[in-house]
């Protein structure tokens, strides 16, 4: 039998590698591969905005719950059995709206969608580490590279393939559920398992270190925007017969972030997210603009820009600022940096959404505009101020 080469056995050793980021991938990507549907399943059932937004919020009412009371399952039950239970949770998301396409059963469908992003996002992250030690360096680089294209992929995939003719049951449902099935199948066997320890606590509760109340409200609301683009800008784009366009805004969102995050990290975190506060109610001023006039161009500019704080500037210069105060404490102040994000994404969207079937779309966004505006000018007051002490 003739020996495997060195360059074989490096191939062989990186499969393990490539399927548990295949396996966030396609969790992420599932998470928001309805979002160009919404306003569709929405005006079938008769129901408004403020529904609509109720339905993506469901997402992080799966997700939040998970994070902190099983922030430790994997590290007791071992990382391999919860990211194949989170891999099915995505799956039977998936599947359900295809036997069922609409906006209630999509309620469903994002519950489990946030349980099973719940369960991966920390697993998958842990689960590298232990496989491959020596790359710990750069394992959540590859994480939030492959969770950033996955949640802006997964509207992009359903958007390119109804532009044509709009389906309830897109061609992406059914691709997507087949990858998620031969993913669980790969995971199974080629993946192999790393023990749990029962004496690890289950519960991962948030801390909030001193000084770092800004950086968790900064999140918050820059992740408010990246949630309105998802669950209301859909039926402000529909006016002007664009409403899926919000696939390629959301996925501009996500990669005008990754694109910024190499420069943030060489970044001071305070000046990182000074820059996070400009660049925010900018984009999202000028994304509004564009929505109200119908200029799908400054849309998608204005969610570049926004895009560069949500998941650049602000988000990553809010992180390290987290792990500095934090210390000792680190994963516990990141859990709760990561609750002020995932609360701002879905809470906010609720109350728009709300307010927008009361009083109009386009007056509550310019008014919630003006908030993000004030709340970013008053954070940066604060920066300036901390900066001359």
Known sequence: MIPASKEETAQLSMIPF?????????????????VPLYTEYAEQAGYG???????????????????????????RAGR??????ALCFSLCATLL??????????????????VGLGLSVGTCTAYLIALYPEKSGWIPTFIALCSSIGFGGGALFTAILSFEQVSLTPLSYWIVLVLIMLTIVAV??????????ASKPLMNMPRFPKGTMPANIAIAIAWSVCGLVISILPAQLKLNGYELWVGPALFFINMAGVLMQPFVRKMNSSAALRIGFICLPCGYGLLLFGANSGSIFLVLAGTLLAGTACYGFTYLGGLQLIVEKGKKEAARAVAGYYLFAYLGLGIPSVFVGLFADMYGTQTVLTLFFMLVLATCLILLSLSFRERQK
């Not at 391999?80 to 239970?85: N, S, T």
């Not at 199974?188 to 320890?197: A, S, T």
């Open 188 to 197: 199974f066997f080629l993946v192999p398992p790393v023990q749990g320890d």
């Open 97 to 114: 709206m295809i036997v069922h396409p609409t906006i209630q059963m999509l309620f469903v469908a994002r519950l489990l969608q946030g």
């Open 49 to 75: 905005k403020a529904s609509t937004a109720l339905v993506f919020a469901a997402y992080v009412f799966g997700l939040i719950p998970v994070l902190l009371l099983l922030g430790g399952m994997s590290d």
């Open 80 to 85: 391999k059995p919860i990211l194949l239970i």
């Open 18 to 34: 490539v399927f548990v980021l295949f396996s966030l991938f396609m969790i992420t990507t599932a998470v928001n591969l309805q």
